[in-house]
């Protein structure tokens, strides 16, 4: 590597770490489904024509939003749904013909996914987000010739949403990961007395469940701090929404990580890592504020801060345990490989820093690494609750237990290395899809962070990969990370974008040593 190539990426590290700072809500791309939400919603908001043009802009050609693979139904019920509210009110400035078309377009095509056995993917919420918004598009098409009412999925009800609501009305709490979708309640959300805004203004961070909140009357008072929350939300993407924000441990933990575990150069500055530090309580921490405490975010910004030499007993992931494995939060439905895999590196890495901590950590990094190896796939991959891609549980997975697996996760590693090599594209990409500079920034890690890294057929994988990424430099990331709606965090996928680039350019200089 010469010594400009590394200056460049250094300095694109640094960049990236200042913006962590400069922006500490987090760097998120704009929601389909959080965006329709604040137009059905919010139409007094500032932004509400530049919202109404992104849904209309976003449509796709077969009348749906959003990702293949069942992926599209929550992003296209909501842009629907607004689009039939936009036309039930009759809002000022708006093209009724070209609406009309779109919600047409719309319709047709729920009525095909939703008239048919249909598989969904495990996204937080569904369950009770689908109910309220095929509800709401049925409340909208009543009496339209030609329109029948739009049936459930198979296995969904309503019947949750009520019990939500009778929560509501009757001034009860609702369980903290619950508000993060508050918007399912209707109208019961407004001005709910058992929810307030955080601090900030937000109500589990979520531009959708702070304008339910809100209401519909909420542009009256604007000194209310949730309005100048969603204000301020609206101006970073000029009208559309992202899906969560604040993210801001979330983002510095993986940030960081990756930077750091490539073994790139980066400066991070004390109060950051006193922040991060700070951050963790003895239930863990939380994405961000508005949202409850989580192992993932909690395992990956204890093992940022180990890596950063200041290592954190990581006592409060014990809170999420369940059997021989960790839950993302307690009382989960589902499991996910990536945090187990999290949990990983935080233990393996604090005993790392800290061998006198090992009697107390041994014995569960050996049962989660067999955990882990248990629950990879023939093909040598893994895939997971909170990604779309493989390649993201992969990566997550077999760096962990390249690291902390010992000798008896080696042969799951390598059939990770080798799935990886076999799956790559004639283009140098990886992709589920399509190729991404995402996903091949994460089959470069697994080929280059991991046992055998020196064989030469990795080697020339991972310059076929370096080579595309340097070919799409300045394209958008598609969404590929589960929340309500598939969703980019932005200073993420570049981090691992740089760290993946570095680590071939280390690569190739040490190739042209040997």
């Not at 590290?13 to 604040?38: C, D, F, H, N």
């Not at 209309?56 to 959003?66: E, F, P, S």
């Not at 996914?113 to 095929?134: F, K, Q, R």
């Not at 890495?349 to 190896?373: C, G, K, M, Q, S």
């Amino acid at each position: 590597m010469s010594i400009g190539e590394s200056v460049d990426i250094t300095a694109e590290a640094g960049e990236l770490v200042t913006s962590l700072m400069l922006k500490p809500w987090g760097q998120v791309s704009p929601s389909i489904y959080e965006t329709g939400r604040l137009v059905s919603l919010t139409p007094w908001l500032t932004g509400h024509r530049e919202r109404i043009d992104y849904l209309i802009r976003t449509q796709r050609q077969d009348g749906a939003w959003g990702a293949p693979d069942g992926y599209g139904l929550v992003p296209t019920l909501s842009a629907t749904e607004a689009i039939l509210a936009v036309l039930a009110r009759g809002d000022r400035d708006t093209d009724h013909e070209r609406l009309s078309s779109a919600a047409d377009r719309g319709l047709r095509v729920l009525a095909t996914w939703l008239g048919n056995p249909l598989e969904l993917p495990d996204m937080p919420a569904i369950e009770h987000i689908v109910p309220s918004l095929v509800a709401r598009i049925n409340q909208h098409v009543e009496g339209l010739p030609d329109q029948a009412p739009m049936p459930l999925p198979e296995a969904m009800s309503y019947d949750t949403l009520h019990v939500v609501r009778s929560w509501l009305k009757s001034g009860m709490e609702v369980p903290e990961k619950l508000v993060h979708a508050l918007e399912i309640a209707g109208e019961e959300a407004a001005g709910a007395p058992g929810i307030r805004p955080t601090p900030i203004g937000s109500i589990g961070a979520s531009p959708a469940a702070t304008a339910a909140w809100l209401g519909e009357h909420g542009g009256g008072d604007a000194h209310e701090p949730a309005r100048g929350h969603l204000e301020a939300v609206v101006r970073l993407h000029g009208g559309p929404v992202p899906v969560g924000l604040p993210i801001t441990v979330f983002e510095r933990g993986w940030v960081l990580s990756w930077l750091l575990r490539a073994g790139v150069p980066i400066e991070v500055p004390p109060w950051m890592v006193a922040d991060i530090r700070a951050a963790i309580g003895p239930a863990g921490t939380p994405a961000g504020s508005g949202l409850p405490a989580d192992a993932d975010t909690t395992s990956v910004a204890l093992y940022a801060l180990a890596l950063l030499g200041a290592p954190h007993e990581p006592d409060s992931l014990w809170g999420f345990r369940s059997g021989t494995h960790f839950s993302t939060w307690p009382g989960e439905q589902g499991i996910s490989v990536s945090v187990n895999a999290h949990v990983l590196d935080a233990f393996g890495e604090y005993v790392h820093r800290r061998p006198d901590a090992a009697p107390r950590y041994n014995e569960t990094i050996a049962e989660l690494a067999a955990w882990i190896r248990d629950r990879q796939r023939p093909d040598g991959s893994w895939t997971d609750r909170w990604h779309a891609s493989p390649y993201y549980a992969t990566v997550s997975c077999a760096l962990a237990l390249n690291s902390f697996g010992a000798d008896v996760s080696e042969e799951a590693v390598r059939a990770a290395a080798e799935w990886t090599l076999e799956t790559q594209r004639p283009d140098g990409s990886w992709g589920r899809w399509e190729g991404t500079a995402e996903e091949t920034a994460y089959a470069m890690q697994i080929l280059l962070l991991t046992r055998g890294r020196t064989d030469p057929r990795r080697i020339r994988a991972a310059e076929r990969g370096h080579e595309y990424l340097a070919r799409s430099t300045g394209r958008d990331h598609p969404p590929l990370w589960h929340d309500k709606d598939l969703y980019v965090p932005l200073a993420v996928t570049r981090a691992a974008v740089i760290a993946s680039s570095y680590l071939i350019r280390q690569a190739r200089a040490q190739t042209v040593q040997l």
